[in-house]
């Protein structure tokens, strides 16, 4: 390629005499001066530009530039002719370098393992060596040694003989006499200053050396515990007390871990036994445990905090270990089947194990207790849950008839041993909800050691609170309400209809929380796991606070369901089938028109009260056999619920007490000998209760009050108490068929008894 260059210019690069004789050089020849190793650009530029003007250095940059273009372009060129071999080339100096990477990768691991090999071999001997020999020299260059001399002597050679040997005890001896032997030598000054130095460093590298040794023999599997407590206290005594204890626990940990995989591995991930596998398991861990820590105690002492410390953290370790095995294998599965037996049951093998280390100092139980408590809660809520749903589930085809708890197991209402002659009778549900409840509490001993007492009570108030409701909802009144309102399983209930079955729907409440649930509740305790006298002593035993508390809440709750019962019939006396109350003041105001004297007996409502009253008693009695409180209690609310009624109902007194309709002679004897026949037949059946009385009490006096208010002397007007008395009895006879009285109108006048009330 020719190219034209600017005039002048041509001297300018290379030697001009040439290119001015040959003008057509190559590019290569006319590149030739650039390419010489000591070409200097700014030398050749200062040089040529001194005899050029202007125009010359222009033409000269635009020259250069084009030679720039040019040798790119042959640049390309040359790259676009040999592309096959450029590519070959790179490859080939690109493995070519990473083989040079690899080659001094090598070398440098090499390097380093001949380093170390060198260093942990032979230098710890090759200085000892020198050492020894320094020290040789020393002694050789003397002709008459001293004792001390030939001793030191003596002593380094048995002493490398010894470690060489490995004869550790006799090592120890020799260290001892090497020792007191320096602070004879320091006092007496027996060596020179350099030789004694030479003494010192030798027994720091001899004790270190035989640590090392003592070390390696902790760490060996085959190490038998009692070797391995001797070497401990070798390592101790020569001033690694801290390692010593380090490998000890180390030892102790190893063969804990050994033991637990070989244990694991027989077992093959399959737990067929839960209380074999947490018996096997739990002897293992806590007996290394308390074999580590007699070890420590030993060897150790109590004196050192540190010593302590590790240990109690070490231990500590182990356990966790455990525990989290056993979440694994057992507790985690039960919890959530709500297997509460398995989980306690591990639970009580696991605690004891731990107890029997508390004589080493070692309190583990709050780890196992922060690991299980979940758990074991978990499971107890399951069970509770279960309870609720079982009872409910039966609940749904109840015929509410009372029988004894069948003896069969497979009936699956409640196990055979819970079953005698003495037991009550209840109904299908309460026999259910009975027989799971003693299931719950039958050895949960270990439900107080994890602090689950209190959550046992309550989660037993809460089901006990379910099956309660479920007995409202049985009740007439109550389940067209209930039922309709709520969705869930357990509101839908056969109601119970007649009186007998809806006493017995009481009665299940009643039984339930005055004897059987207190019967379970007490296996909870400590005091319950005493001899036979214990168990049968329930009632020294629910004496205890959180025992009484729960019955206060469990009569609470059957209080609700007895107010259910009394509301719901009073209201039948109280209102007729049209909601009208039969309960009012016309009967009474009535009276005063009709021309005639009453025939006195008592008012129809209230001998429906006797009646029913009557009735339920007659129920009661044959429900609550040997039991006359429960019956008298349920009369006493009944018989309450009515008189309260009237007593509180300002429809009745209201215009009786603004005298707006007020009450006549006729309506005051009436109501007076009507709450006289209340009180008479209330204290015939023992059910007259201080509040019933004082009740009867307030509405006699308030009717007194009114008819006063209205400008009668009422003393005027009621007889004696005894005529109520006599006829309020009367009444009862008739009513019960014992004795038929036909009273006169003269004899049964009030009047004709010639003897009024006073005051």
């Excluded at 032979?122 to 020299?137: F, G, H, P, Y």
């Excluded at 039966?394 to 009936?411: F, K, M, Q, T």
């Excluded at 007007?717 to 009895?729: N, S, T, Y």
Aim: proline share 3%; hydrophobic share 40%.
């Amino acid at each position: 390629m020719a190219f034209v260059t600017p005039r002048g210019s041509l001297s300018s690069i290379g030697d001009s005499t040439e290119l001015e004789t040959n003008p057509n050089l190559t590019l290569s020849d006319k590149l030739r001066v650039f390419k010489s190793s000591s070409f200097d650009p700014n030398a050749f530029i200062q040089t040529k530009s001194r005899a050029m003007n202007e125009k010359e250095i222009r033409h000269l940059c635009v020259y250069l530039v084009d030679l720039k273009k040019a040798s790119a372009e042959e640049m390309r060129k040359s790259v676009l002719a040999n592309y096959s071999s450029f590519i070959r080339t790179s490859k080939e100096i690109s493995d070519l370098e990473g083989e040079l990477v690899s080659m001094r990768n090598l070398l440098v691991t090499q390097a380093a393992s001949v380093h170390a090999i060198a260093e942990g071999c032979q230098l710890s001997t090759l200085v000892a060596r020198k050492e020894n020999s320094d020290m040789e020299e020393i002694l050789s260059q003397k002709t008459d040694l001293s004792k001390a001399e030939k001793w030191l002597i003596e002593f380094l050679e048995t002493l490398e003989v010894l470690l060489a040997e490995k004869r550790v005890d006799e090592a120890m001896a020799k260290l001892e006499e090497g020792k007191q032997m320096a602070e004879e030598i320091t006092r007496e000054k027996a060596l020179s200053p350099v030789l004694f130095q030479a003494l010192e460093d030798a027994l720091a590298d001899k004790k270190k050396k035989l640590a090392d040794q003592l070390a390696e023999t902790m760490g060996q599997s085959s190490t038998r515990n009692s070797e391995i407590r001797s070497t401990a206290l070798a390592l101790k005594k020569i001033g690694d007390g801290p390692r010593a204890h380090t490998l000890l626990l180390n030892a102790h940990k190893e063969k804990l871990q050994r033991k637990m995989n070989g244990f694991e591995s027989t077992n093959d991930g399959r737990v067929k036994a839960s209380a074999q596998y947490t018996t096997t398991l739990s002897q293992l861990v806590f007996s290394i445990i308390s074999r580590a820590a007699t070890d420590s105690l030993t060897v150790f002492g109590k004196e050192e905090p540190a010593y302590s410390s590790e240990l109690v953290t070490w231990a500590v370790g182990q356990v966790e270990n455990c525990a989290l095995l056993l979440k694994k294998r057992i507790l985690a599965s039960a919890a959530a089947t709500g297997g509460l037996r398995v989980a306690v049951e591990c639970v009580h093998i696991c605690m004891s194990h731990c107890q029997l280390l508390e004589v080493n100092g070692l309190a583990l139980s709050p780890v196992l207790l922060k690991h299980f408590r979940p758990l074991v809660e978990q499971a107890l809520n399951n069970n509770l849950k279960r309870i609720e749903l079982s009872t409910a589930a039966i609940a749904l085809g109840e015929d509410w008839s009372l029988v004894y708890a069948p003896i069969s197991r497979n009936s699956g209402l409640t196990p055979a041993s819970t079953v005698s002659s003495s037991q009550p009778k209840l109904s299908s549900s309460a026999h259910k909800f009975n027989s799971l409840v003693q299931e719950l509490f039958e050895d949960v001993e270990p439900l107080e050691i994890l602090q689950l007492d209190a959550l046992a009570y309550e989660g037993l108030l809460r089901v006990f609170n379910s099956y309660i409701n479920l007995l409202i909802n049985a009740l007439p009144g109550s389940v067209e309400t209930e039922n309709l309102e709520g969705t869930s399983v357990h509101k839908i209930v056969k109601m119970a209809e007649t009186e007998a079955q809806q006493i017995a729907v009481l009665a299940n409440a009643i039984l339930l929380a005055d004897e059987l649930i207190p019967r379970a509740v007490v296996k909870l305790s400590h005091s319950s796991k005493g001899d036979e006298s214990h168990r049968k002593g329930s009632d020294k035993q629910q004496r205890l606070p959180e025992q009484r508390e729960l019955k206060k809440r469990l009569q609470r709750e059957v209080d609700r369901l007895r107010d259910s019962f009394c509301r719901q019939h009073a209201l039948e006396l109280i209102f007729n089938e049209e909601g009208e109350t039969r309960l009012n003041a016309m009967m009474y105001l009535s009276l005063e028109g009709q021309g005639q004297q009453p025939e006195w007996f008592p008012s129809a409502i209230f001998q429906e009260l006797f009646a029913k009253l009557t009735r339920v008693a007659n129920i009661a009695t044959d429900m609550f056999v040997g039991k006359d409180r429960y019956a008298t209690l349920l009369l006493m609310r009944l018989a309450e619920s009515v008189i309260l009624f009237l007593a509180d109902d300002q429809a009745f007194w209201g215009g009786i007490e603004t005298g707006t309709t007020p009450l006549g002679p006729l309506g005051l004897q009436q109501l007076y000998l009507d709450m006289q026949f209340v009180m008479i037949f209330a204290s015939q059946g023992r059910y007259l209760s201080r509040h019933l009385h004082q009740s009867i009490k307030d509405i006699i006096s308030k009717a007194i009050e009114a008819v006063a208010a209205t400008g009668q002397d009422p003393n005027s007007i009621l007889p004696e108490d005894e005529w109520f008395v006599e006829v309020a009895q009367i009444a009862v006879k008739t009513l019960t068929g014992k004795a038929a009285f036909d009273i006169d109108d003269d004899d049964g006048s009030p009047y004709a008894a010639g003897s009024y009330k006073e005051g």
